[in-house]
């Protein structure tokens, strides 16, 4: 069974611009969640989706948002680039998102802005 | 004071030794816990999850949880050099949608 599969693994980008990225979730999974990784700040809770709908948002600006599709599959957008939004982009996903389901981490995609 | 506190480490062993990580937690409301392994340039892998106070092990690994002082562990019995990576703990509440809350992560090294 394939994993959870985020693509592109490696993005830089310049402050000001927009970036999405991309999440196939394990075949079966309908619950989406992403997570950004930092040195300073660890793993965060960004936002987590479930048929095609956001169930739960993390504390990051507006200028993070995503989306999920009839397959499952998803994105994350982040507009208008800051340096400090440099980090590893990880998505999680689980059958159903619900209490107690062990969530599966792809091996994330790494974005630089320069 | 932070949701969930984990000691950052480094920690080098040697070989064979028996390894200790430990979290602790301030908010009652978790209820089941994780320990993920991240090897260097990939994402967290699942190694134990458990919901309520109490041991569970699995081959070399054994977590233990003791909701009364909101502390969990993970030991590795005789650890190897494959080992060697970060940790991370995570913790989920009762109630709906997922978010988990990770510890920053224990970096482990095995030394042969």
């Known amino acids: 069974k394939a994993g959870v599969t985020q693509t592109p693994r490696y993005l830089i980008k310049t402050r000001g611009q927009q970036v999405t990225l991309s999440c196939s979730p394990i075949s079966g999974h309908r619950s989406v969640s992403w997570y950004q990784q930092t040195p300073g700040q660890g793993l965060q809770f960004l936002f987590e989706?479930?048929?095609?709908?956001?169930?739960n948002k993390g504390n990051f600006p507006g200028r993070f948002s995503g989306r999920q599709f009839s397959n499952s599959r998803s994105e994350m957008n982040v507009s208008t680039l800051e340096l400090g939004d440099s980090a590893l982009y990880l998505c999680?996903?689980?059958?159903?998102?619900?209490?107690?389901?062990?969530?599966?981490f792809g091996d994330g995609t790494r974005l630089s802005i320069l | 004071q932070k949701e969930v506190e984990q000691d950052p480490g480094p920690l080098s062993v040697p070989e064979g030794a028996i390894v200790s990580l430990n979290c602790t937690y301030s908010n009652s409301a978790f209820q089941y816990f994780m320990w993920y392994r991240q090897y260097s340039r990939k994402g967290p892998e699942l190694l134990m999850y458990t919901y309520s106070s109490g041991n569970k092990e699995d081959g070399r690994f054994t977590a233990q949880v003791d909701k009364s002082s909101k502390y969990i562990s993970l030991f590795i019995r005789d650890s190897q050099p494959s080992d060697s990576a970060t940790y991370l703990c995570a913790m989920g509440s009762q109630g709906g949608s997922e978010k988990l809350v990770f510890g920053k992560g224990t970096k482990l090294t095995v030394n042969p």
């Open positions: 999680a996903s689980s059958v159903s998102g619900l209490t107690g389901q062990p969530q599966h």
């Open positions: 989706y479930f048929s095609e709908t956001q169930r």
